[in-house]
């Protein structure tokens, strides 16, 4: 009889994320139905562009490092497993963030994106969170600055999430008063929970830190998620290797996509 440790098959995520169908971004495979490749990497020499995809289910850092060696790799475009083709990119090279630096970023082994104040992704449209409507993220962050940093943005001031110290921004009209600040320098499992109707929850690192109750009408405060982490409202480097956004409440499995999530990146 053969004992096979769970903890293994999390490298391929358990694909507890195959139902996703708004956005999914991640340095794992999350869906299995996705075939596609992890994101595509420039290095610095000679502005070499390379799609990588995934080995057992993990971001192929082998072929990173041999196709960067002692440079640096941008990333070029994130791809997302959605099904949706909703890729998060940068075409401007002074903008795009780092994946590798003659080396990874590494938190418990893992390879995280370095993005700072001037380094980002986007969606090449604009994807609206509009105020009646339910939301869940989940989000690996650490950052090495306190302030107000602006993590998703749509356009102008229409955040989907602004960490403000402990006014977490929701939409730009409404906050959650947390319970504590999200320290520098520590990495965190971010998940957000609203119910338009209901209210919002935040959870970071499988604990509740604040709620709230219904959004608020008042007049344009949508929010949106065009830019990760947003260029504007920033000052702190960024750090993060998974997103995954549903435009749906989802309350009765959400601990157990936090534990998912966990199990892989071993973050608390």
Known sequence: MFLINPYILQASGDFVFNSVNDLAFSVRKVNDSYSGSCMRVRRST???????????????????????????????????QSGNNNDKLNTTAAN???????????????????????????????????????????????????????????????????????????????????????????????????????????????????????????GNNDGGLRYLPSNQFRTATILFSEFIWYKEDKSASASTMRANINNYYNIY
């Not at 630096?101 to 609206?128: C, D, E, H, M, V």
Request: glycine residues 8%; hydrophobic residues 35%.
């Open 46 to 80: 000679d502005n070499a562009e390379q799609d990588i995809g995934f080995i057992n289910g993990d971001l192929d850092t082998s072929s990173i490092s041999t196709f960067c060696g002692a440079n640096i790799g941008y990333v070029v475009k994130w791809y997302d």
């Open 96 to 218: 795009q963030p780092v994946i590798y630096n003659n080396g990874f970023t590494l938190r418990n082994g893992k390879p995280y994106i370095s993005a700072s104040s001037t380094q980002y992704l986007y969606l090449a449209s604009s994807y609206s969170q509009l105020n009646n409507e339910d939301y869940t993220l989940f989000m690996t962050y650490e950052k090495d600055l306190t302030g107000n940093q602006a993590i998703l943005l749509d356009l102008s001031n229409k955040y989907s999430w602004l960490d403000n110290g402990t006014s977490q921004w929701i939409i730009n009209q409404d906050a959650v008063i947390i319970s504590s600040q999200y320290l520098t320098n520590t990495l965190y499992l971010n998940n957000t929970i609203s119910d338009a109707d209901v209210g919002t929850e935040i959870f970071r690192n499988g604990a509740s830190i604040g709620t709230r109750g219904p959004n608020s009408v008042i």
